[in-house]
């Protein structure tokens, strides 16, 4: 773009916004260059041609993606308020020491504790993949899978079900979510003991919180909240009747927990012991499509085929 096409641009942006008047000399500038003597009549289709303008859209610095941000868990504001006070006060205690082998030390402790309870209390922005958000069974929580299990139900599903249950530690997204679509048929909590995590009585003793989902089709899930020996604090703003979404954030277990997941022996699993897994992204299995169980389970097999066209040949043969 030369000289004469930025004047023009700025002469007709700052008379179509009204910032500036037209006086003798932008006048008569205007009629030697050509310029159009109806300026208001042209405004919108001025703004038209350079909004939708193909150079427009192809600057690189107009339109930029948004950059990631880190986004702290709401649950979490009390806690980083009250050591964020302390690490201040920590903060000046050392600035009144002498000597740096107290000074040092202070200062590390509060800039360490205050950075640790900030990357803690994270909540990065998570999205489900697509092919998950109708039948799909994704991650509740972050952290590693420690055992995978058949056992009987009796609370929710009121029989055999497989548990996953995934550990997490205090280096990991404690954020849950919602591991299917559905509603939410059952929500307790229950006050309890606080054994390690990966305790296998942890699921039974240990202070936690239970939900069961139903998914449209009809496929009862129930997934616990399970406090450790670290985490003493369970929060999470799920009610019996919310309708929910594969990978909706639900609440945290603060400082190290466990999550248990039950489904039916119907759902194809497609997780391992030992395998990280990340919360709303990580498919762990599917729920079967009842339409495509109820043709397969109305198909006949090769065997009932076989036993069926079997008598007609022998019949031709008499």
């Not at 880190?70 to 006060?89: D, H, K, M, P």
């Not at 249950?165 to 229950?190: C, M, Q, T, W």
């Not at 997941?261 to 391992?272: A, I, Q, R």
């Amino acid at each position: 773009m030369n000289a004469l096409s930025l004047a023009r641009s700025a002469d007709c942006l700052l008379l179509t916004t009204g910032l500036c008047r037209e006086g003798p000399s932008l006048r008569a500038a205007r009629l030697r260059s050509g310029f159009p003597n109806d300026v208001h009549a042209t405004r919108l289709n001025f703004a038209v041609r350079r909004w939708y303008s193909e150079r427009f859209w192809e600057r690189s610095d107009v339109f930029s993606p948004p950059s990631p941000r880190l986004v702290i868990a709401r649950e979490g504001y009390t806690i980083i308020a009250v050591v964020a006070g302390l690490a201040l006060l920590m903060s000046v205690g050392a600035l009144w020491m002498e000597s740096w082998l107290w000074r040092g030390p202070m200062l590390a402790l509060a800039i360490g504790g205050l950075a640790f309870t900030l990357y803690f209390f994270r909540d990065p922005e998570r999205t489900p993949p697509p092919d998950a958000r109708e039948n799909g069974i994704l991650a509740p929580a972050d952290g590693r899978v420690v055992d995978i299990a058949d056992e009987e139900e009796p609370l929710y599903l009121n029989g055999p079900a497989q548990r996953i249950s995934i550990f997490l530690s205090p280096l990991d997204v404690h954020v849950n979510r919602v591991p299917a679509r559905g509603v939410i048929e059952y929500a307790k909590y229950r006050p309890g003991d606080y054994l390690v995590a990966w305790h296998p009585k942890a699921s039974e003793k240990n202070e936690r919180s239970e939900f069961g989902l139903r998914h449209p089709s009809g496929t009862k899930l129930l997934f616990k909240q399970i406090a450790g020996a670290v985490a003493r604090r369970i929060e999470y703003d799920l009610a019996e009747g919310d309708t929910v979404e594969a990978g909706q954030r639900f609440g945290i277990v603060k400082f190290g927990s466990r999550m248990d997941l039950l489904v039916p022996p119907s759902v194809d699993l497609n997780v391992e012991e030992g395998q990280t897994v990340r919360a709303g992204v990580t498919v762990l299995g599917r729920i079967p499509d009842p339409d495509a169980s109820t043709a397969s389970a109305s198909r006949p097999t090769d065997a009932e085929l076989g036993s069926t066209t079997a008598p007609s040949r022998r019949s031709s043969a008499s």
